[in-house]
Every structure is written in structure tokens, then in C-alpha cells.
């Protein structure tokens, strides 16, 4: 499979693309500074220098040209303003699903985050977040063009994966190991029987494939 990621270089998606490559896959990240190639490259991944804040449609859907799946992992981060959530992590990922559209992606991955809500309410920026990861959450869903799976995982660690988590349309709080997000993306990649469903992922007791056949057979 070709798979490319939005948000290449992030914590995420290094450790999927990692995991992509090592299975045979061919995998394409999708980052803003040249400086962060040689990164992707030691991670297995071809690197595409492209900014989703200014790129066209017709850009990013060239950059999407042939892949089997394409997953939004990008993000503002940490210390960014509001203004930053609202032209990444909401108008990038509408970008980003446009554009697999028009380039024929179906397959259809983005990392939110739980509490994504449009509606949300406050004046923090932490709250402009919420609201602009649940915007483009709904943007996702309004299109038929994509068989698209939404993970909204718990609070992000740097702890060593298990492989055990729990996985449900609402799971309550709680922590989750950036390897095991990794891990979990890649199965839901291979798992088309996940379309259309928003998951939430924390860590738990059963091991991600079995968790995935979980959610695929409801």
C-alpha cells in the first residue's frame, strides 16, 4: 500500500511511519521544513515538503496522487495560538480531505482528539482547539467520498506501548502511549469495516488487533 500522512514529522506520525515501512508498505509525510527530511527518511518515509496553510488543493491532492490511504496527523501543537488550531487543525485537515477526494483516496484516517466538539464553549486556547478539531471532524463526515474512521485518542505519553488498549465510541479519560496510537492506526488503515465510525482510545487490556475486530463487527 502508499500511504501518506499529513503532519509527517509530528511524535504520531514518525512512529507510524516507522511501523509502515518496516511492514513493506511505501509511505509519504507530508512536512512544512525541509530541515525535518532526513528525519522521515530515517523513519522509512519519502518526505513531501508542503505547507497545508497555504498549499492549493490541486497541491496537496498531487502530493495524494496513487496513495491507498492518507491519514491527517498534523497539528498546531503546543504553544501555538488559536489562530494557528483554526488554519491547522481545522482548515489544513478540510484541505487535506478535499483534496483526497479529488485525488480518489478513500481511505481516510484522522488523528482528533477527545472532547472534539464545534459546539465547544470557553475562551482558552486549549478550547479553540476542541472546536477546531471538531469542525473538521464534521467536515470528514459530510463527505461521501471518503470511507473515513475518526480516532480520538486519550491524553498522548511517551511511555513504552503494550499493545493493550480500549477502543470504543466513548471509552472515559485516560492516558495512551504514543506507540500504541501508531500501532492502532495502522490496523485501522488495514480495517475498512471501521468506516464511518469516531473511536476513542485509551489504554486498556486488549491487544489492538483484537480490539479493532472488536469494533469492526458492531
Do not use: C
Not at 122 to 138: H, P, T, V, W
Amino acid at each position: 500500500m502508499r500511504i501518506v500522512i499529513a503532519g509527517g514529522h509530528g511524535q504520531i506520525a514518525l512512529r507510524l511511519e516507522r511501523l509502515l515501512s518496516a511492514r513493506g508498505d511505501e509511505v509519504a509525510g507530508i512536512i512544512r521544513k525541509p530541515e525535518q527530511a532526513d528525519d522521515l527518511r530515517t523513519a522509512g518515509a519519502e518526505p513531501v515538503v508542503l505547507d497545508l496553510e497555504s498549499a492549493s488543493v490541486d497541491e496537496v491532492a498531487a502530493a495524494l496522487e496513487g496513495a491507498d490511504a492518507a491519514v491527517f496527523a498534523a497539528g498546531a501543537g503546543p504553544g501555538s495560538d488559536a489562530a494557528r488550531k483554526e488554519t491547522v487543525d481545522r482548515a489544513a485537515a478540510v484541505l487535506f480531505a478535499d483534496a483526497a477526494e479529488r485525488a480518489g483516496v478513500r481511505r481516510y484516517l484522522v488523528v482528533s482528539s477527545m472532547g472534539a466538539d464545534p459546539r465547544h464553549e470557553g475562551d482558552e486556547i486549549f478550547d479553540a482547539y476542541l472546536r477546531a478539531k471538531g469542525s473538521a471532524d464534521e467536515a470528514v463526515r459530510a463527505r461521501p467520498g471518503l470511507d473515513w474512521t475518526i480516532l480520538r485518542p486519550g491524553m498522548l505519553t511517551n511511555d513504552a506501548g503494550t499493545g493493550l488498549i480500549t477502543l470504543a465510541a466513548s471509552t472515559g479519560r485516560g492516558p495512551i502511549p504514543r506507540d500504541d496510537v501508531a500501532a492502532l492506526l495502522a490496523e485501522l488503515i488495514d480495517t475498512p469495516a471501521t468506516t464511518g465510525l469516531t473511536l476513542e482510545a485509551i489504554s486498556g487490556s486488549m491487544p489492538v488487533t483484537v480490539a479493532v475486530k472488536g469494533v469492526a463487527g458492531n
